[in-house]
């Protein structure tokens, strides 16, 4: 049972563009949903995260909208440009008391292409 | 701090044979994570440790698997004997907090 479920598979975005890539989950009880941006070779790298008491999280040109009720949440990268072209990952868990221990569900990744 | 390191970086070995990978955790986290990475499955937790001793290992896909922590700052996974099917990039995590850091992965064939 996939517990995360990220789309698109891939994206292709020219340079300036909006790139929305969405994820829905199934477990009400994560309260935890990190992105995760990978460059080929590398392993994942922690980009921004959301807890659901709030709806909306920005840093930079990285926004994570979060809706409780509908257990979705996306990423949008706003203009988009070459060097954000990477796989991104969602991903969720629960966080456990004291906040050092958990394990994170990943969703299948998206494969973003940013044209130039 | 050189962050988490892995090795090999790469790995080629024939079905049937033991294959260990190595992770070096970042000082002074106090969990580690076995990741595995396929284009079909993703990304999937094969382990944790925290403080040393393995919480969860549920994610291990068969007994030909096995992980250990013997101290802090080192642990490995071992797949005894290798077959095909286990060709892919396994990461390993050091957890800080909320933030995991991960390596840069081994990537494994097997022939």
């Known amino acids: 049972q996939q517990q995360v479920k990220q789309s698109p598979q891939s994206l292709i975005v020219q340079k300036g563009g909006i790139s929305i890539i969405n994820c829905a989950y199934e477990?009400?009880?994560?309260?935890?949903f990190p992105w995760y941006q990978q460059f080929p070779g590398k392993g994942p790298a922690l980009l921004i995260a959301i807890r659901p008491d709030v709806s909306e999280k920005k840093e930079g040109r990285f926004t994570i909208s979060f809706n409780k009720s509908a257990k979705q949440f996306s990423l949008h990268i706003m203009d988009s440009q070459p060097g954000d072209s990477a796989t991104y990952f969602c991903?969720?868990?629960?966080?456990?008391?004291?906040?050092?221990?958990?394990?994170?569900?990943f969703g299948k990744g998206t494969l973003l292409t940013v044209n130039p | 701090d050189a962050g988490v390191i892995q090795s090999p970086r790469h790995e080629v070995t024939e079905m049937g044979q033991e294959v260990t990978l190595r992770c070096k955790p970042i000082s002074g986290h106090n969990s580690l994570f076995w990741y595995r990475q396929t284009m079909m499955r993703g990304l999937e937790l094969l382990i944790y440790?925290?403080?040393?001793?393995?919480?969860?290992d549920s994610g291990m896909p068969e007994d030909r698997f096995s992980a250990k922590m013997p101290n802090a700052s080192f642990s490995t996974l071992k797949i005894q004997p290798s077959e095909p099917r286990d060709s892919a990039v396994y990461f390993c995590a050091s957890l800080w907090g909320t933030k995991p850091f991960f390596g840069p992965g081994t990537r494994l064939t097997v022939l």
């Open positions: 991903a969720a868990s629960i966080l456990k008391s004291g906040g050092s221990n958990y394990k994170l569900t």
């Open positions: 440790f925290n403080n040393n001793v393995p919480i969860d």
């Open positions: 477990n009400t009880a994560f309260d935890y």
